[in-house]
């Protein structure tokens, strides 16, 4: 879509939004919420000078964070919804919204192969987790959570919030479970749910769901998916050959719950995570009674089986309209755009695996890739201020400037996979990039080129 044809939509959202708000009586809006035309000029254009000072996220240049703008078609379909400002808390605060949030949550509990599900949307991946591991409390209470130390951090606060015990089990070198440390710990606690990481968020790494199952199974253990991250990467392990572990996503139907965050690879705004259960009796759990708003419909209100109480429907609307210009399919809507981001990730591998500057610290399993400069001592020390130091110049340079990330890990793990790297530091900062934009596969090569002329220098 071009500005122009932008721009045509989002005043159609405004015009149409104009034009529906005629159904009932006309009336005047009060002096009080007035501004004035100058007032307004001022704020706004204050306000683009403080956003001028942001980082390009849509730009091919940013390889940096999971971050990236929203697909205009999430715009438009938010904006419209935004108007009416629909609240899924329950049907009376958004009754057309639920709907579209009901088909929404059935696209994505399909695609994660599940027969029976319950779900919603949520404000994010913490709070889709946060949700699922009370669920997981309540079925399971006196017994503890078990994460990996490659875990996103909120996991060990989530269990803090909800006063539950909890075991880290040990992650290897390349950031998945620790099969060996898992089992010892299965035996030894009294572990009630497992989470596991669908994509974890330093490295991308999956964890082995096909050991982990036969394990949970003998234990007794709920297993909890986090694949806040990886979830949707689902789609490419039905392309013939897969193009991820279909030994791991075609398993995720049996988890007992999943998190998936559509802001993060479903291009949508900020404010939409999701929590699925493969049981839909859960929603016993949910029972409460609110006197304020239940009134229109016996029907159920999503706003039962939310942890929330307010949530936005425009989120589900965006959702809904992005869903149908790009379906949960391999190979075309969506399932391509990933397809795309994930052969960048192996492009760059395969780049990084020719160079004499750069190294890449273990293979992408998504689309995130981790490197670091090949210096001369291969101290820690020294891998971690080349890293500083390449950052900081190619995204403080006058021009042609490249967003990265960094990465600090624990040095003896950088030494399992380096056994040649000398530790003299308590951690070893990386480099790390997420290739969110498909457009990134034109421009995989010169970036390469880039960052290794700079690498070059600090090695
Ligand atoms: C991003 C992420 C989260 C947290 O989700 P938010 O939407 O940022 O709150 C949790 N787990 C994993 C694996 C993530 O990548």
Same mark, same amino acid.
């Given at each position: ?46 306000l683009q000078n403080k956003l ?66 319950? *779900?919603? @949307? ?9 949700? !699922? &591991?009370?669920?997981?409390? =309540? #079925?399971? $209470? ?49 572990? *009630?749910? @497992? ?9 991308? !790494? &999956?964890?082995?769901?096909? =050991? #982990?199952? $036969? ?51 479903? @291009? ?191 090695i």
């Amino acid at each position: 879509m071009d500005t122009k044809e932008f721009k045509n939509f989002i005043i159609k959202a405004v015009d149409n939004n104009f034009k529906w708000s005629k159904n009932w009586e006309n009336f005047k809006f009060d002096d009080s919420i007035k501004i004035s035309k100058t007032e307004t000029k001022k704020i706004i254009a204050d306000l683009q000078n403080k956003l001028n000072n942001s980082y390009p996220f849509f730009h091919p240049s940013y390889m940096g964070q999971m971050i990236t703008p929203p697909h205009p078609i999430a715009i438009i379909s938010y904006l419209m919804a935004l108007q009416i400002n629909p609240n899924n808390h329950a049907l009376d605060g958004g009754p057309a919204t639920t709907e579209l949030e009901i088909e929404v949550i059935k696209e994505l509990s399909k695609m994660f192969g599940y027969k029976t599900w319950l *779900g919603h @949307l949520t404000a994010s991946g913490t709070i889709a987790n946060l949700e !699922a &591991l009370w669920i997981a409390r =309540e #079925i399971n $209470p006196k017994k503890k959570i078990a994460f990996s130390t490659e875990s996103h951090y909120s996991h060990k606060r989530i269990c803090q919030l909800l006063r539950v015990p909890f075991v880290e089990i040990k992650s290897n070198q390349n950031g998945k479970i620790d099969l060996e440390d898992l089992k010892t710990k299965l035996k030894y606690n009294s572990i *009630g749910t @497992l989470v596991i990481n669908i994509g974890t968020t330093g490295f991308g !790494a &999956l964890d082995n769901l096909k =050991e #982990i199952i $036969p394990l949970a199974k003998i234990y007794n253990v709920r297993l909890h998916a986090d694949a806040a991250y990886g979830g949707f990467f689902k789609l490419l392990s039905k392309i013939n050959p897969p193009e991820v572990d279909s030994n791991i996503f075609d398993l995720l139907n049996k988890c007992d719950s999943v998190v998936i965050d559509p802001h993060k690879r479903g @291009l949508q705004p900020y404010g939409c995570g999701c929590v699925i259960y493969r049981d839909n009796k859960v929603g016993k759990f949910f029972k409460h009674d609110s006197p304020y708003t239940y009134f229109t419909s016996q029907d159920v209100h999503l706003g039962e089986l939310t942890f929330e109480c307010s949530r936005s429907g425009a989120a589900a609307a965006s959702l809904w309209a992005t869903l149908k210009a790009f379906p949960l399919e391999p190979n075309f809507g969506l399932g391509k755009i990933l397809s795309q981001t994930r052969s960048c990730a192996l492009k760059w591998d395969k780049l990084i695996n020719k160079s004499d500057v750069l190294n890449s610290l273990v293979k992408p399993e998504l689309d995130i890739v981790t490197y670091y400069a090949r210096t001369k001592y291969f101290a820690t020390s020294q891998i971690s201020n080349s890293s500083e130091n390449i950052f900081n110049e190619l995204m403080n340079r006058p021009k042609n400037k490249i967003y990265l990330a960094k990465y600090k890990i624990d040095p003896r793990k950088f030494k399992l996979l380096n056994p040649k790297a000398k530790i003299d530091s308590k951690e070893v900062t990386i480099l790390r990039s997420v290739f969110m934009k498909p457009e990134h596969n034109i421009y995989v090569q010169g970036l390469f080129n880039q960052i290794e002329a700079v690498a070059q220098k600090y090695i």
